[in-house]
């Protein structure tokens, strides 16, 4: 029995222990540098509505999501909206690059080191693209969402 109940407790611990931010949670900060090398930190973003975006120039569905994003964000921005995408590029010239061919906007910030980079492993990513919308208080309100869930859900946040 003692076994069982220490095998339980370790589970319990290592999901938990290990689990992304939940919603609800206060958003753990980021300082990364942009495409100008200033370092540039998610908490300066604090009161706006904010989605963090986890992506790479060699993940197909991560530049799928950037084209959608680039439609949506002129509209969402004048309301009082910002996007902080950090990119876990290997190499800044690729990353570069796919920031010039998506035409993205907004705020770019870079970690190099692919699944190993800090950053990855605080907010305990599994796959990109990975998206957190946070609230202008700086707590996530939500996961992943995207198209019209995603303006509804912005503009319900920038009117609060």
């Not at 604090?46 to 959608?68: E, I, M, T, Y």
């Amino acid at each position: 029995m003692n076994r069982l109940v220490f095998v339980l407790l370790l589970s319990f611990i290592s999901v938990f222990g290990w689990a992304q931010p939940s919603i609800g949670s206060a958003v753990p900060d980021i300082k990364l540098k942009d495409t100008n090398g200033k370092v540039v930190s998610l908490s300066s973003l604090h009161g706006k509505v904010v989605l963090l975006d986890f992506w790479a120039s060699w993940c197909g569905p991560c530049r799928k999501s950037n084209r959608q994003l680039v439609k949506l964000y002129p509209d969402l921005k004048a309301k009082g909206f910002e996007i902080y995408s950090v990119s876990i590029d290997q190499y800044a010239a690729d990353w570069k690059a796919a920031i010039k061919q998506d035409k993205i906007p907004w705020l770019q910030v870079i970690e190099t080191g692919g699944w190993d980079a800090p950053s990855l492993q605080v907010w305990n990513l599994q796959q990109i693209p990975t998206t957190y919308l946070i609230n202008k208080e700086g707590e996530i309100v939500a996961r992943d969402l995207e198209g019209s869930a995603l303006i509804k859900r912005v503009n319900k946040l920038v009117k609060e």
